[in-house]
Each structure stands twice: as C-alpha cells, then as structure tokens.
C-alpha cells in the first residue's frame, strides 16, 4: 500500500514554500542582468505587463489543477485527461526541471563560493570585482566543485521528503533577504553618480521596445515565477481544499516581484555609480553587490550574511525543480523517494558539468552560444513559454475554464475570482502567450 500522500501542515506552510520555489536566482541573479541586456526601465514595465496578463492567471491555474488531481505534472494531466496524450505537457515540465536546475545549480554554487570568499576576505575594498568573476567562473574545477556541493544538498533533502524539507527555512529567509536587499539598496542610491542608475531603471524610453524584449520578459516571468514546468502544480498538488487559491496566489506573486523589483533597485544604481557595465550579462549581481558591500561599514559581515541567503533563496528553488522530476519517478514509476533523488541529482550534476566548463574553461557551444547560455535560451523561449501555453489551453478548453474557476474560487476566503478569469485563460493569456512567441521569434 502506497503511504498516504503528504500536505502542508498549515496554510502559511503552502504560500511558504511556493515563494520559496518561486523567489530564488531568477530575482536576483537573473531579472537584473535581463533588464541590463534590455536596456532598462522599459524592460520593467513591460515586464510588469506580462506578470500581470500571464503570470497570475497561470499561477492560479497551476495551483488549481495540482490541488484538484493531488499529483506530480504527469499524473495531473493523466488524471484529469485519461488516455490522451495531454502527459506530455508534463513531460515537458519534467524535461525542463532537468534543463534548468542543471545551470541554476552552476549559478547556485557561485554564490556559495561568493559566501566562503566573503568570510574569508578575499573580496574587500580594491578588488577588482569584474576580473575576481570572470577569474572564478573561469576555472575548471571549483566551480564544478560548488555546484556539486549544491546539487547533492539539494538532492538529499528531495530525498528525505518534501514537507519536511522545506517550508521552514523560508520562514526566516524572506524576512532576513529583504532587510539585506534593504541595506543595500540604502547604500546604492547614496553612492555618489547613483542618478543615472536610477534614470536607467526607473525612466522607460519606450522606443526601446522590440518584439525581443516582449520575448525575453516573457521568459523572465516563467522563470521567476516558477511556472510552464510544474513545480507549481506540483506544490499545490500538497494542498488541502481548505486552502485560498487566488489569495495565495497573489501573495506568492506580490512576493517575488517585490524581490526582483528591490534587487534591481539594489543593483542599477550601484552599476552606474561605481562604472561597470550594465550589461554584463550573467556576473551582474556577483560583479556589483561584492563591490557595494565593500562600501558598506560591516560590509564584510553583511555581505557574508547576503550570500550565504542568496544560496538558500537559490536552495528553496532548486528543490521545487528537483521536486517535479522526483514526484513523477516517485507518483507514476514507483521509484522509492531516496533513489529517485539520487540518480536524477546526479544526472543533473552531469548536465551542469558542460554548463560550468562553458563559462570560460573550456570552449563548449551550441548554436554558436556557450552551452550555459543554450541551456538557459532553451528554458525561457521553448520549455517554459510553450510549457504554459498548453497548460493554460489543457485548463481552458479540457478540463473547462469554468470548471478551472469553480475549483479555483472553492473555499477561496481572500476573494473569488469572476467570468473575467474564463475569459483571461481561454482567450487573452494563451493569445499573448503565442504572439510573443511566434513575433520574438520570427520577427
Ligand atoms: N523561480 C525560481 C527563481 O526565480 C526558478 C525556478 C524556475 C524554480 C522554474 C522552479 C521552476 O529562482
């Protein structure tokens, strides 16, 4: 007899634990450097535009469809479409899972270095902070060695079980990264030259605005939203009806951009202040918050404080990746939990090792771009976006929007959610969804 499945202890435990998944390096690693290569504010806006057309209502839509079937992605659509090949939409979750925690784990094991460099110095006032990044992702062997460290903490907490593992870190890592992004945010727009960051990020020059930056924004949505792949489906498949939807829903949303946003704000002024380019592409935040650190009194202490909640923010994300792959070995191949963890953190780590080694160490490409950066073009133009296209249609038109909304509203306490949402999911977001695609693509 199967154990019975587990669920949230509490409902706080439920939006804990998705904006754990969702709050990670997608905000402060990777939304800044995104609005660097994009140019700025415009960026920002049109970004918010898509969290708002395409983030919430797929959030909501994920939450939902895990809560109503209580199973991994591939089950869910098993379920709730039986002998259709509608499963793949969690295959491709199960896939991206794969893809993408492979270089996260990479970006992940900067950090923890970025901490032990930090206590131990090696990152003070008179660095040069641009080549200390380039000279560290540059080496073969550390850094392979980090992510490593990283993947197998990561898979032995999947191991162990999911509602014991995580949940209770959360609790103390949102407060304690949004004091530090605080501070650092305080430094940067009083660093002297901080204006023109503030301008960079804040003043949109819309013109600025291709079919390309729609396609990049959507991209950083999915990611830092954590949805197209199942994670959320995956989390709500934990909750208890009982549970608010579209109230949780906002929140874990509310969170994450208010993260991304603060870490921009942390960044953009400090960038341009202290002269390094804003468009240096994935050493962004490991470039500029060293430096801000160093300009900080206690910065020492602070910054080892930041890094070491950096790499537990990218923890938190990195078991709901995991998580997805794991559910399904576990829910549909009857894999006991402990070994499933085990063979997928390792083929994860294999997959990373290209990953890390293509950051400068060795010349290792795919469609001419380093295969780090192949791996993350692959997740946020084809794994993520079409991910939650079908997501979004499977709830529209299979299992119903009416149906969608209905379970949706169910015990919902915050507020429920009207015809508008059918509309929202059967129409206007699957439409954005594949316009943005198919013009960032061809256009
Ligand atoms: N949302 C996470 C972050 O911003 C990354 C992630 C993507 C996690 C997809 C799960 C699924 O860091």
Redesign the pocket.
């Known amino acids: 007899m199967k154990p019975a499945r587990e669920s949230w202890t509490t409902k706080l435990a439920f939006i804990l634990a998705a904006a754990g ?7 402060i690693w ?1 939304f800044p450097y995104v609005v660097g290569e994009n140019g700025g504010a415009a960026f920002v806006v049109v970004f918010l535009v898509i969290v708002a057309l395409i983030g919430l209502p797929l959030m909501v839509t994920e939450i939902t469809l895990g809560r109503e079937t209580k199973k991994n992605p591939i089950g869910a659509f098993k379920a709730l479409a039986p002998n259709t090949p509608w499963w793949l939409v969690g295959a491709i979750g199960v896939l ?2 794969f893809v ?1 925690l492979s270089f ?1 784990s990479v970006v992940a094991g900067w950090g923890i270095s970025y901490f032990f460099q930090t206590v131990t110095g090696s990152l003070t006032e008179g660095t040069d902070f641009e080549a200390a990044f380039f000279d560290h992702v540059r080496q073969g062997f550390a850094p392979v060695a980090w992510h490593a460290l990283f993947m197998a903490l990561t898979g032995l907490i999947i191991g162990l079980g999911i509602v014991k593992g995580i949940g209770r870190a959360v609790r103390y890592l949102m407060p304690v990264l949004f004091i530090l992004i605080i501070m650092l945010v305080i430094r940067g727009v009083t660093l002297e030259g901080a204006s023109e960051g503030l301008q960079y990020y804040l003043q949109p020059d819309f013109t600025s605005i291709t079919w390309q930056t729609w396609l990049d924004a959507a991209g950083q949505a ?6 197209g ?1 199942g ?1 959320i489906i995956t989390y709500g498949s934990y909750l208890k009806k009982d549970d608010d939807v579209p109230g949780s829903a906002s929140w874990i949303v509310g969170l ?1 951009l208010l993260i991304a946003l603060l870490a921009g704000l942390a960044i953009f002024p400090a960038v341009f202040a202290l002269g390094f380019s804003e468009a240096d592409g994935p050493g962004l935040a490991f470039i500029t918050l060293p430096a801000v650190f160093a300009q900080m009194p206690f910065g020492m202490f602070f910054g080892a404080i930041f890094f070491l909640f950096f790499s537990v ?2 923890l938190t ?1 990195a078991l ?2 995991l998580e997805v792959v794991v559910a399904w070995l576990v829910d549909e191949k009857e894999m006991s939990r402990p070994k499933a963890s085990a063979l997928v953190s390792f083929g994860i780590f294999l997959l990373g090792i290209p990953a890390s080694l293509s950051m400068g160490a060795v010349d290792i490409q795919v469609m001419g771009m380093p295969f780090f950066d192949f791996l993350d073009y692959l997740q946020e133009t084809f794994l ?1 976006p079409i991910g939650g296209l079908l997501t979004l249609v499977f709830a529209g038109y299979v299992f119903t929007a009416s149906k969608t909304r209905e379970s949706a509203n169910e015990n919902s306490t915050s507020f429920k959610l009207g015809v508008w949402f059918e509309w929202l999911i059967k129409y206007i977001t699957p439409a954005a969804v594949v316009i943005i695609l198919l013009a960032g693509l061809f256009l």
């Open positions: 998944s969702a709050v990670g390096l997608g905000n990777r991206a899972g993408i996260y999915f990611f830092t939203l954590s949805l792949m994670a994450d923010a990218a994300s709901s990746l993520l």
